[in-house]
């Protein structure tokens, strides 16, 4: 067995890598995406050092950033039709399930 802990950590890299990847895609300013990725370096050192507790804040954070940027710097339209980009929504769900697992890490 491996140590307790590991598949979560390995997840909770891959949901980081996930929504770096997302943020990179989605159709932001430079400024905006820069400190998106700058909270997104930050959270991969604090998950690499094991400071769950400040990879949780880095997430809030982020979280916090992208409500605030909501339909005004970042697009947050959502349809059935699935026409329109909601980037806002989908770095939303991204970050909190990346939160969700770092609380598991915890």
Do not use: C
């Not at 802990?5 to 390995?10: E, K």
Request: glycine share 8%.
């Amino acid at each position: 067995m491996g140590l307790p802990g590991l598949g979560v950590a390995v997840i909770a890299t891959a949901k980081l890598a996930a929504l770096e990847t997302r943020i990179l895609a989605a159709s932001l300013d430079d400024v905006l995406r820069l400190e998106l990725l700058a909270i997104i370096d930050d959270i991969g050192l604090q998950l690499a050092l094991l400071n769950y507790t400040a990879a949780i804040a880095g997430v809030d954070d982020l979280l916090d950033t992208v409500h605030a940027e909501a339909g005004l710097g970042m697009d947050n339209l959502w349809r059935a039709e699935r026409d329109l980009v909601n980037d806002a929504g989908d770095i939303d769900g991204q970050a909190n399930s990346l939160r969700f697992s770092l609380l598991r890490l915890q």
